[in-house]
């Protein structure tokens, strides 16, 4: 199980992300409860980022909208929530 962190920043973000696609609201719902529960699920595809955004890590919402956060300790029990969009958008 892992805990997510939810910045001011991040929750901006977020609602933005919801008013522009709200028919992905359900979906995003979904794959957040699931990445608590099972982070390295092959369905999120969980994946380490690299160049300007390493350190960074990103999981799959659909196939176009990629979440991005970064764990907050070696052990990998919490993550930082830091963006949310399209591929284009968050690479």
Not at 74 to 87: C, E, R, Y
């Amino acid at each position: 199980m892992i805990e997510l962190v939810w910045t001011r920043q991040f929750s901006r973000i977020c609602r933005r992300w919801r008013r522009e696609h709200p028919e992905l609201a359900p979906v995003l719902r979904e794959r957040l409860e699931l990445f608590e529960r099972e982070p390295w699920h092959s369905s999120l595809r969980t994946h380490s980022l690299s160049g300007q955004l390493k350190g960074l890590w990103a999981i799959r919402i659909t196939y176009d909208h990629r979440l991005v956060f970064q764990f907050v300790d070696d052990a990998k029990t919490g993550a930082l929530l830091v963006d949310i969009g399209t591929h284009d958008e968050v690479y």
